[in-house]
């Protein structure tokens, strides 16, 4: 069993930073990949950004190429999130997932309980 806690978020003016933080339980960190998502009010939960085990590849979504940046410590058993350049189309609540050793990302096999980020104009 893999707990997640998010931490990070909150209100933040168009254009500037936040960073996400996602703490995981466990002595297996290294073992899981690891992702962000996030979902609007209203609209469907979204892919961000995803990690692996390594840290030695990533994943990032068009809509936040170039702003935000995913990375991990696996030594803290903590990924992050890097969101510079904030637009108010970034509101969501954000979501750490874990992965073991390489799972599909349509069904993560562990989500965090999520941070909200607003971003106002």
């Known amino acids: 069993q893999v707990q997640l806690v998010e931490s990070g978020g909150g209100l933040v003016q168009a254009g500037g930073s936040l960073r996400l933080s996602c703490a995981a339980s466990g002595r297996t960190f290294s073992r899981y990949d690891m992702g962000w998502f996030r979902q609007a009010l209203g609209k469907e939960r979204e892919f961000v950004a995803t990690?692996?085990?390594?840290?030695?590849?990533?994943n990032v979504a068009d809509s936040v190429k170039g702003r935000f940046t995913i990375s991990r410590d696996n030594a803290k058993n903590t990924v992050y999130l890097q969101m510079n350049s904030l637009k108010p189309e970034d509101t969501a609540v954000y979501y750490c997932a874990a992965n073991y050793m390489g799972g599909s990302w349509v069904r993560p096999d562990y989500w965090g309980q999520g941070t909200q980020v607003t971003v106002s104009s």
């Open positions: 990690i692996s085990r390594s840290g030695g590849s990533t």
